[in-house]
């Protein structure tokens, strides 16, 4: 996962660190794209809540390669 804001790095991995349970709520359109500062990688997610329009490579990639659970809505 990135962020557009250097300065948002320490507080986004700070909350993430101290979570139990990880979750990414995005928009299918946000997968594969890279802003300029990174917090955390995918594969420290075990959930992701995203829309419809997620490729089937993704989702593929998600929950049979990662074994993260994936609710689309």
């Known amino acids: 996962m990135t962020c557009g804001h250097s300065f948002e790095v320490i507080v ?3 909350a993430f ?4 349970t990880k979750y990414l709520l995005a928009d299918s359109s946000k997968f594969g794209k ?11 997610i ?9 490729s089937k490579d ?3 990639y998600m929950e049979e390669e990662l074994g993260i659970q ?3 809505v």
């Open 34 to 44: 890279v802003a300029g500062s990174y917090f955390a990688q995918l594969h420290e």
């Open 46 to 54: 075990d959930i992701v809540i995203t829309d419809e329009e997620i």
């Open 70 to 72: 994936l609710y689309i």
């Open 17 to 20: 660190n101290s979570s139990s």
């Open 58 to 60: 993704w989702k593929t």
């Open 12 to 14: 986004k991995r700070s």
